[in-house]
């Protein structure tokens, strides 16, 4: 084993967009462990968009990174040195580690996982935060129902693909949009959307969603915010709930962009929007979890990942995803 750490650090703060050079791979050493703690060999590691609000300085529901220091990331690793009784070498474990090739931790927020169930990513996707976030946004928030016509944005993306296969597995009628005619495809031809549209090139998006969803929607789903948020509002059905999973389409913005307009629907259809954050409901999480490693035996659930190879290209496939270029969830591979 090489004695060299390779790390990313957060090099400056984007202002707007996030550029390659707001990160810098530096060579640290791997660290020694002390009483309670573990060493990981980190084997995959996920690229998330709430990552880049932690770029900012400001305070949030989780704190900022810091220049300088290593970032962190949801992580796959295999624990090759404990002294920590609660687990052992060899042990695979998920959790919020660093954009690194070993991680010291005390292990208090690290799960363990079995080997051969899954591929070990997908606990970073589908059976990890992703996956609950779209169970927890369709069922505890929006409780939609059997029937319900539920539109998702962002659909092609990793809680996006999640929302739209579960809302169809719980009888529900699933229109979503992403940003290109591949990504369409992929939802209606492998996840069985009912319809689906290039947002980029379909011309006035509420007029789209008016023409496919012409009873209106029931649940949306709402993964980016801004004009198609707008749009979507527009086609709200009479008290129809919004999930508000994420504002994607605001993120590298310079200046936060005005809200929707025409917010008066929002009384006159007696909508319901909820925010709501992964870590509201861990019940939800764990029935979640159960019900979706069946739906993937039984090839109910549908998982597809972009992967990059390197811990170098982390920087890159973040980057990437924020612009789009992944289908399913972004993953880096560092081992
Ligand atoms: N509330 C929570 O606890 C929670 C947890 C996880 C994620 N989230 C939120 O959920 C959303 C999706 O996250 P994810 O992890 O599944 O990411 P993702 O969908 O896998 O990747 C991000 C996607 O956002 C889309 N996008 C980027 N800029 C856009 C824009 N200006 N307009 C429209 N679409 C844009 C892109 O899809 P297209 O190519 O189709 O544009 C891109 O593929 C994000 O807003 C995230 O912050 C919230």
Known sequence: MSDINHQIILNSRPVGWVTPENFKLVEGTIPEIGDGEILTRNLYMSVDPYMRGRMNDVKSYVPPFKIGKVLEAGVVGEVIKSRNPKFKEGDVVVGNLGWENYSKSNGAELLTVQRGVVPLSYYLGVLGMPGMTAYAGLTYVTNAQPGDVVFVSAAAGAVGSVVGQIAKIMGCEVVGCASSDEK???LI??????RAF?????????KKIAEICPKGIDVNFENVGGEIMEAV???????GRMAMCGMIADYNNKKMAPGPR?????IARRLKLQGFLIYDNPACNAEFIQKATGWLAEGKLKYRETV????ENAPAAFIGMLKGENIGKQIVKIA
Not at 189 to 194: I, Q
Not at 198 to 206: D, L, Q, V
Not at 262 to 266: E, L, S
């Open 198 to 206: 290039n947002y980029k090139t379909c011309g006035s998006i509420a």
């Open 189 to 194: 031809n492998e996840l069985g959307f009912d």
């Open 308 to 311: 990059a190879e390197g811990l």
């Open 184 to 186: 369409v495809d992929y």
């Open 233 to 239: 509002l527009w086609n709200m059905r009479d008290f």
């Open 262 to 266: 025409g917010m008066m629907i929002i």
